[in-house]
């Protein structure tokens, strides 16, 4: 990857760590400040949280832009973080019930 290009990534954080997916950050900055641009199917908060990115969703009205902290998947990181021995005991409980 060098600079002025157009990368289309689908889930480049599967099978990466938080740290590697933080490195990957900071080489699309690097591309970008190149004059590079990314187009990137992600689940990854950690990548959603690019600044400035446009983020946009598949809805049944078609694609809707939206803002970082509205993505289903900073809402249910946070969520779990926040809320950890909680949702691990509402999880085993689920499954003693199943």
Do not use: C, W
């Amino acid at each position: 990857m060098n600079g002025d290009g157009l990368y289309i990534l689908d889930e480049p954080e599967s099978a990466l760590s938080v740290a590697s997916q933080m490195q990957i950050l900071v080489k699309m900055k690097e591309l970008v400040d190149n004059k590079s641009q990314f187009i990137i199917a992600t689940h990854s908060p950690v990548l959603l949280a690019y600044p400035d990115a446009d983020i946009y969703v598949i809805t049944d009205k078609g694609l809707a832009r939206i803002e970082y902290e509205e993505t289903e998947q900073y809402r249910l990181t946070k969520y779990f973080i926040n809320n950890h021995h909680k949702v691990m005991a509402d999880l085993v409980d689920i499954r003693k019930n199943q």
